[in-house]
C-alpha cells in the first residue's frame, strides 16, 4: 500500500524506499495529471542518490497519462521554476528533499497560471492516488538545457562587486556547478566546498544548521582570511551568509540587508517575513519606508503573503528568500548576487554591516514534547492574557520588551517555541518561565 503520510502540507517527502519508493512516485505522477489537467511537463532532480530511480518512476506515471515530458537534469530547485517561469510548460515536478538528511526525497509540485506559478500542495493528490503497476512503454522523454538563458538572466541582478575572496559551500548538493558557470563573470576569487555532487552528503550535513555543519567553512575562512563566505543547502534554495570571522549570520538579519536593498529601488513596496522572525524586522521595514507582510511560518506561506499583497520581496529563518523578479520564487543565487553587492557597498566587514541590525538578543528556539498541543496553548493564552495576543500561527504573546510564538507542528507531536527579549537576561529569565510552564 502507498504510505499516506508522504502527502505533506506543502510537497510529497519520506524515506526512500520505506516510505517513498518507485511505485508510489509512479502513482503520485498519474494523480498530479488528474489534479492539473496538465499536457506538458518538466522535471529537474537533485543529487540525492535515489534521484535517478525517482525520476524514472515518476515520469512514467506522467507519460502514462498521456503528458509530454522534458527533463532539464540535475538542477538546483530554482533551476526547475526558472524552466516553468520561462519556457511553454503548463507544469513543473523537482525531485528533491531539500535539507533533509540523505534517505530521504520527495517531489515539490507546481503549475503555471498565466505568469504565476502556483505550488501543489503534496496532501491534495491523496484522493486521487491509486496504486497502478509501473508501465514502461512509451518512455519519450524530452531534454531541455536552460543554462544559457538562465545564466543571462540571473547575470540581471549582477551589479558593481567588488573582488572579494569568499568561500562557498555548495554541501555536495546541486549549487556548485552553477557556481562555477557564474564565477567567470565576477571578480571575486571562490574558495570551493563541496562542489562535487554527493548524495551521500560526506562533509555534512545537507542541511548548514545542522550543529558541527558551519564548522568547514568557518575554519576556512579563517585560515584562507576569506572576507566572508555562504553556504547552500542540499538543492540550494537555501542560502546562508558568514560573516569573516566565521560566524553564521542570522537569516531575519539577512532578509534585513535584502529589504533594504530592494526597497531603495521599490520605494513603499511589501516584504514579507513569517512571524517568528525578530521584531527588528518589521520595524525596520517601517523605517525605511516598506510595508510589512506578516505571514505564518513556512516558506509557502511567505511566498502566498508577497504575492497576495503584491510584494517585493520576502523571506523566513529557514534562509529561504523569494523574489518577485524571480516568479515570486525562492533563489539562492539571486540572494548571492545581491548580497555580495550590498557588502560591495558598505565597505565595512560583514560583522560591522549586521550589527547595526541587532537591536535584541538573538532569539531563542526550543521544541517541547506534547501529547496535545491545543490544552498546552489554552494553558498559555491564560497565563499571559495580560499580554497583546493574537492566533495567525498558534499563538503570539507580546509585551513592551519581549514577545514569544507557540505553536504546534504540523508533522510531529512537537510544539515549538520562539522567543525574543531586548536584553539577555531578561531573554534568559523568560526562557526558564516559559520552559517550566510548558513542561508542566
Not at 489537467?37 to 498521456?66: E, H, I, M, W
Amino acid at each position: 500500500m502507498i504510505n499516506k503520510n508522504i502527502f505533506k502540507s506543502y510537497d510529497v517527502r519520506g524515506i526512500y524506499p520505506d516510505e517513498l519508493d518507485d511505485r508510489s512516485a509512479f502513482a503520485v505522477g498519474q494523480a498530479f495529471v488528474k489534479l492539473t489537467g496538465c499536457k506538458n511537463v518538466v522535471v529537474g532532480y537533485d543529487a540525492r542518490l535515489s534521484s535517478p530511480a525517482l525520476f524514472l518512476a515518476l515520469t512514467r506515471g506522467l507519460l502514462a497519462q498521456g503528458v509530454k515530458v522534458t527533463s532539464i537534469g540535475q538542477t538546483p530547485t530554482e533551476g526547475l521554476y526558472f524552466a516553468v517561469g520561462s519556457y511553454d510548460f503548463d507544469a513543473g515536478i523537482m525531485i528533491t528533499a531539500s535539507h533533509n538528511p540523505k534517505d530521504y526525497n520527495g517531489f515539490k509540485m507546481m503549475v503555471k497560471n498565466g505568469n504565476d506559478i502556483v505550488w501543489i500542495r503534496g496532501k491534495d493528490l491523496l484522493s486521487l492516488v491509486v496504486e497502478n503497476e509501473i508501465k514502461t512503454d512509451n518512455l519519450k522523454i524530452e531534454n531541455l538545457d536552460i543554462w544559457p538563458d538562465y545564466i543571462k538572466h540571473i547575470l540581471k541582478f549582477s551589479g558593481n562587486i567588488k573582488p572579494f575572496k569568499i568561500a562557498v559551500d555548495a554541501s555536495n548538493g546541486v549549487m556548485g556547478s552553477v557556481i562555477e558557470m557564474v564565477k567567470k563573470h565576477l571578480p571575486c576569487e571562490i574558495i570551493p566546498l563541496n562542489f562535487q555532487p554527493d548524495g551521500n552528503f560526506p562533509n555534512h550535513s545537507p542541511n548548514p544548521l545542522e550543529e558541527g555543519s558551519s564548522d568547514q567553512i568557518t575554519n576556512i575562512i579563517k585560515k584562507e582570511k576569506a572576507d566572508f563566505g555562504f553556504m547552500f543547502d542540499a538543492d540550494a534554495d537555501r542560502i546562508f551568509l558568514v560573516d569573516e570571522n566565521g560566524q553564521m549570520v542570522s537569516a531575519d538579519i539577512v532578509l534585513l540587508l535584502l529589504a533594504k536593498y530592494f526597497l531603495v529601488k521599490n520605494t513603499g513596496k511589501g516584504i514579507a517575513y513569517n512571524l517568528i522572525c525578530s521584531r527588528s524586522v518589521p520595524e525596520f521595514i517601517k523605517k525605511w519606508g516598506g510595508v510589512p507582510i506578516r505571514t505564518q511560518v513556512g516558506f509557502v506561506n511567505v511566498r502566498e503573503g508577497l504575492i497576495k499583497n503584491g510584494g517585493i520581496m520576502g523571506g523566513e529563518l529557514s534562509a529561504h528568500y523569494c523574489f518577485a523578479d524571480y516568479f515570486y520564487c525562492d533563489s539562492g543565487m539571486i540572494a548571492f548576487l545581491t548580497l555580495l553587492q550590498i557588502i560591495s557597498e558598505e565597505k565595512k566587514p560583514v560583522s560591522e554591516i549586521v550589527k547595526g541590525l541587532t537591536i535584541y538578543a538573538k532569539p531563542l528556539q526550543l521544541t517541547f514534547k506534547t501529547d496535545d498541543s491545543n490544552v498546552v496553548l489554552e494553558k498559555i493564552k491564560q497565563k499571559y492574557i495580560d499580554g497583546k495576543q493574537d492566533y495567525l500561527d498558534g499563538v503570539t504573546v507580546e509585551y513592551q520588551d519581549w514577545w514569544f510564538n507557540l505553536r504546534p507542528s504540523n508533522t510531529e507531536p512537537v510544539i515549538k517555541l520562539t522567543i525574543e527579549a531586548k536584553t539577555q537576561d531578561l531573554l534568559n529569565e523568560k526562557q526558564k518561565e516559559l520552559s517550566e510552564f510548558i513542561g508542566v
